[in-house]
């Protein structure tokens, strides 16, 4: 074994610093190039945590669909989606209209995919332009060979009614039926294209 360091201290420390801190540092010496790339750097690492989540959480989908059933993983959907839509709804109590509307915005832009805003009278749609989850997903080959994520065979509610459905767009539905508190109304409402991937799904926030 080599006792050769592969890292000078300086690097050791460097490295373990967040991307964030650097990038500042790097504005206030005014260092653009430099904080452009961290910017760069910043947006990879996220988005390689980000798909990470989301393809261990279809992964234990899969294992849920195949190991116990369609019924079983609804039933895990459906308890979990409305658990976490819950916690978010206590984040957006006795917040104004338009302040909720911003942070669901925000939590969208975590997905790291810019999409288009349409208000009117009733609601704001969002049209992503690329689904930075699911239909990101579906693009990449994960549910064709190596990886084989699991596919809702039957047509039910939460695959809304189709064949063949991906595992992991099926929490959409339970988001559209979770409230946001006991007895209120859910935060948003999705509405998945008929070509998963490949055109986009409109997600809408009502007034």
């Excluded at 430099?34 to 980000?50: C, I, K, N, P, V």
């Excluded at 116990?68 to 895990?76: F, S």
């Excluded at 063949?164 to 007895?183: K, L, M, R, T, V």
Aim: a negative charge; proline letters at 5%.
């Amino acid at each position: 074994m080599s006792e050769k360091k592969l890292f000078s201290a300086e690097e050791l420390e460097t490295m373990g610093k967040r991307t964030l801190d650097l990038l500042l540092e790097s504005l206030a010496q005014g260092d653009i190039e430099e904080a452009t790339e961290l910017a760069q750097r910043m947006y990879s690492e996220f988005l390689g945590m980000h798909d990470l989540y989301r393809d261990w959480l279809t992964d234990v989908f899969t294992f849920i669909g195949q190991r116990h059933g369609e019924d079983v993983l609804r039933e895990a959907m459906e308890q979990t989606v409305a658990g976490y839509t819950l916690r978010l709804g206590k984040r957006y109590a006795g917040k104004s209209k338009r302040r909720q509307i911003e942070m669901l915005l925000a939590g969208f832009r975590g997905h790291l995919q810019a999409f288009d805003i349409e208000e009117d009278e009733r609601k704001v749609t969002v049209t992503p332009r690329l689904c930075g989850s699911g239909g990101r997903q579906i693009n990449e080959g994960a549910y064709d060979p190596p990886c084989n994520f699991f596919k809702i065979k039957r047509p039910q509610p939460m695959t809304f009614n189709r064949e063949d459905f991906p595992a992991y767009c099926a929490h959409c539905y339970f988001q559209n039926i979770s409230p946001a508190e006991p007895g209120g109304v859910p935060l948003f409402e999705t509405a998945p294209s008929e070509d998963l991937g490949h055109t986009p799904c409109k997600i809408y926030i009502y007034k």
